[in-house]
């Protein structure tokens, strides 16, 4: 909604007083932090933040307005500052240039709109990323959105995370900022790695060579594994991902798309009555497992059975198998290995101990892996590469060290021609590829070629 006031002139502007601010359209919002809007300032196109906190405005809108000076002053492109104070309603205001025909680098690399002009736009972002890094400028958050392109030039427009050194970054900081350009990136990024580091290496001064390579391979491994395990934490806990609930005796976590279309706590007290009514898939002592639709949404579900006050108490201490299948479930899809969505793993709590817990996934239409295997109908030559793709799975897994003690053809099921897991309670995660790691991986191996044809 359009809106003007007034904030009293602190640019040493001897024109006026105060400056008369036009707020047109709202572009973004952070809830009860900031406000951002496209306006008019002084007859000039502006971007207008409003810093909205009582407690931290000031500051926050004090150390954007150093940052914006700070990178002009040691030559990098970005938005000029066009006026800062206060509104009427006593909120920080900070009024910046609106860069003319300039977009953010998100929308102009989009993957899924990539053109020939793309990779030249990304080798200048990597120069500019260079001339930052040669300026002293380490920026902690290399969010495409936060850096603009209009044609010709790059221009840097959120200092938040931005922190200034007195001299220029050194290499070893310069490998880390870099890797994380290419942690969690499209395939546009991994495969023009080698032309964007030249370009990098150049503005540098550097010689780039496969040592170098491999040390930025080296770092982008562990900082995907540093954002893995950032990226669980926030799925044990409400968030932008998830959602946390306790109701009753029960404990849950759910995914938003799940969480966002049902009552959860109305679903918690369901879970026994579905599990009664929905297909049977698995039942045994310590488990069952079964297929139900609910809401709409064709689920799995599978409760883990209580089984007396020792067994409550061991799980109450180590952690329910439940949300273990449930951090694993993400943890593999953050891989990129194929694996039934976790939508939600609830505990069922008695006097503070967990009695029985559940976990829900989406249901994986398709075979099971020895049902091909043993499928008259399919040719040696099907059967050898649905083998290759299975394989495929564990050298991921090893690459993750991650290991899986179980791991017989009836625990994978072939959806669409790929291989998916879909029972997790037997997979571990190891700190490193030791000899521990090397023989449980050698174990499970042996027990997928074994167990191959489900008969053994």
């Avoid at 780039?208 to 950032?230: C, G, Y």
């Avoid at 037997?426 to 499970?444: A, I, V």
């Amino acid at each position: 909604m359009a809106s003007v006031f007034k904030i009293p002139n602190s640019l040493g502007s001897t024109s006026s007083k105060t400056t008369i601010v036009h707020c047109q359209h709202l572009v973004r919002i952070i809830s009860g932090l900031r406000e951002v809007y496209e306006g008019h300032c002084n007859g000039q196109n502006a971007i207008i933040k409003i810093f909205l906190s009582k407690l931290h405005g000031k500051r926050h809108c004090c150390r954007e307005l150093r940052g914006f000076q700070k990178l002009a002053s040691r030559g990098l492109e970005t938005a000029t500052v066009l006026a800062q104070g206060q509104n009427e309603n006593g909120h920080f205001v900070l009024v910046l240039e609106k860069i003319k025909n300039a977009q953010e680098l998100l929308a102009v690399i989009d993957p899924a709109k990539a053109t020939a002009e793309t990779v030249p736009i990304l080798k200048k972002f990597f120069a500019f990323v260079a001339k930052m890094h040669q300026a002293g400028i380490d920026q902690r958050d290399f969010n495409l959105g936060n850096f603009l392109w209009d044609g010709k030039r790059i221009y840097a427009i959120d200092p938040a995370q931005i922190h200034f050194h007195s001299g220029y970054l050194s290499k070893q900081k310069s490998l880390w900022q870099l890797a994380g350009l290419f942690t969690g990136r499209s395939d546009l990024f991994q495969k023009n790695k080698v032309e964007f580091l030249n370009m990098y290496s150049q503005v540098r001064g550097w010689e780039f060579d496969n040592p170098t390579l491999q040390e930025i391979e080296k770092l982008v491994v562990k900082k995907r594994r540093l954002a893995t395990k950032r990226h669980l934490k926030k799925l044990l806990r409400t968030s932008k991902h998830a959602v946390k609930i306790r109701h009753e005796h029960y404990v849950g976590i759910f995914k938003r798309p799940l969480f966002d279309q049902l009552d959860p706590r109305e679903f918690v007290k369901k879970l026994d009555t579905l599990i009664e009514s929905g297909q049977i898939l698995k039942i045994g002592d310590s488990t069952c497992v079964v297929r139900c639709v609910y809401s709409g949404f064709d689920i799995v579900i599978k409760r883990y059975n209580y089984q007396g006050l020792w067994h409550s108490l061991r799980h109450t201490i180590k952690g329910s198998r439940a949300k273990k299948c449930w951090r694993f479930g993400h943890l593999l899809t953050a891989a990129g290995i194929g694996c039934a969505a976790p939508l939600g793993a609830v505990e069922e709590r008695r006097f503070g101990m967990i009695r029985q817990s559940y976990i829900i996934n989406a249901f994986v239409e398709g075979p099971l892996l020895y049902v091909t295997m043993n499928d008259p109908n399919c040719s040696p030559k099907e059967r050898e590469a649905i083998v290759q793709k299975a394989e495929r799975v564990l050298e991921q897994l090893g690459q993750n060290h991650l290991t899986h003690s179980d791991m017989k053809s009836s625990n994978m099921i072939i959806c669409n021609g790929e291989p998916v897991l879909i029972d997790l309670d037997s997979m571990r995660q190891h700190r490193n590829k030791g000899p521990y790691f090397e023989n449980r991986y050698e174990k499970m191996i042996q027990t997928f070629h074994r167990r191959l044809d489900g008969k053994r």
